[in-house]
Each structure stands twice: as structure tokens, then as C-alpha cells.
């Protein structure tokens, strides 16, 4: 079943809140900006993460220094998921987040 634009906005809408959420409640120095629909975590180190929408594809995309990953809903597993290797946005940016601040994050919200 394909989302529909409403529940594509909703899902994405979710997923950033859960996850400003997660890092305000967390030790780690980030700046997080939220700025119509594109979230931007920057590092002590000046490295950014940003999360944004991607309407017409219905995608969620990440883009951090190790690259730019695309990622589908699945309604099945209700889980973001990279169109290149399946893997969850759980875990790919919990390594992303990880390797920024040397902490765990327990993302299982997203």
C-alpha cells in the first residue's frame, strides 16, 4: 500500500520529533534546527546531519559526510528503510550519531 501525501508529511513530521526529542534528552552537544520540514543536526566538530522530505518520492533522505541515503516507509515492519541496502534508518543513524558524538542513542521511537 503507498502512503498517501498526508500520512507520507505525518510519518516524516513523527520521525523528526521523536528524534529532537531523543537528543534534547540526551548528554550530547548538537545544535538542532528544524526549519520548514528540514532538520539540521550540527556536531561540536561542525559537521552537520540533515534530514529531509522528499515529497514527490516519498522519501525520507539523510545526508551526513559519509553520504547521501534514501529511505522508503515500510508499512509491513512500519520502519524507514534505505532503498540501497534495506538497512533501517534506526541503525544507520544510530552509527551516524555514534561516530559524531561517541554515544549510543536507543532510536527504537523512530
Known amino acids: 500500500m503507498s502512503l ?4 507520507f508529511h505525518d510519518l516524516v513530521d513523527a520521525t523528526q ?11 550530547a552537544d548538537i545544535d538542532i534546527e528544524n526549519s520548514a520540514g528540514i532538520l539540521t543536526l550540527t556536531f561540536e566538530n561542525r559537521n552537520q546531519v540533515i ?6 518520492l516519498k522519501q525520507l533522505w539523510l545526508a551526513d ?8 516507509y515500510d508499512n509491513s515492519a512500519e520502519q524507514w528503510r534505505c ?13 551516524i ?5 561517541q554515544l549510543s542513542f536507543d532510536l527504537t521511537q523512530l
Open 4 to 7: 498517501s501525501n498526508s500520512q
Open 83 to 95: 532503498d540501497a541496502n534495506q538497512r533501517t534508518l534506526t541503525d544507520m543513524l544510530g552509527e
Open 51 to 56: 534530514i529531509t522530505r522528499q515529497e514527490p
Open 65 to 72: 559526510r559519509s553520504g547521501g541515503f534514501h529511505f522508503d
Open 97 to 101: 550519531l555514534q561516530a559524531h558524538t
Open 17 to 27: 520529533r521523536h528524534l529532537e526529542d531523543i537528543l534534547d534528552d540526551s548528554d
